[in-house]
């Protein structure tokens, strides 16, 4: 079974001692776009992909190339983006905080644990994802976004009508992919990552040129 790092420490341990299965439900609250809703270009856009995971606001960078791997797998499938570190045209930063109770976690937990399942508990986990976009032509946009797990351990009821229980650990990749989509969703609405962005910028290069030229 594969466990994700950025599972809760007690559900890593429920996991591990394989007493007691753990289902993740991802909050349908959240998604907002599909990859159908992601706008085509003609021409990738060069960026800089950087990524940061917190805990309660606090660096916890082991979990660092786990959310870069979710992150950069999303942003290659729109088709947008060609991630590079040589002579990028623009940047993304991902901040994603894990706002949890660890210690609410935990006694739900270890009672759980106890009864062998048969009390059952229920563990959220809460992601505030902060992305920051800079074109690299002067323009920086920062976007702010809300998620959430929720996980059912021993006999608990789920939390939702219709939706499909998994793992945490695709649950947490599908969290991010709902984030980054909705993230160049927003982006695009606003002239940014997109066709018209970058013959616009190739126009007003011209532009300057044409008058460079004339002086």
Known sequence: MR????VLPILFLLL??????????????????????VLPV??????????????????????NKEVRGHVERT????????????????????????????????????GTGLTFGAS????????????????????QLTERYKHALHTTIGNKKAPFDNVQPTTPADAFASVIE?????????TQSKGLLSSEAYWRYQYSLLTARGMANQA
Do not use: H, M, W
């Not at 007691?20 to 439900?25: D, E, G, L, V």
């Not at 349908?28 to 159908?36: C, I, K, L, N």
């Open 120 to 139: 059952g508990s229920l563990v959220s986990d809460y992601y505030e994802i902060t992305i920051e976009f800079d074109d690299g032509k002067g323009t």
């Open 3 to 6: 466990v994700s790092k950025l």
């Open 75 to 110: 942003l290659r499938a729109t088709g947008v983006v060609e991630i590079t570190d040589e002579d990028p045209d623009a940047s993304i930063k991902v901040v994603v905080n894990n706002i949890a109770d660890l210690s609410d976690a935990a006694l739900k937990g270890f």
């Open 178 to 186: 709902e984030t980054i989509l909705n993230f160049i969703k927003d």
């Open 42 to 63: 003609t021409k990738k856009y060069k960026t800089q992909v950087l990524v940061e995971f917190q805990r309660n606001g606090e660096l916890f960078s082991r979990a």
């Open 16 to 37: 591990i001692t394989g007493c007691i299965s753990p289902k993740t439900y991802i909050d349908p609250s959240f998604a907002d776009a599909t990859y159908d809703d």
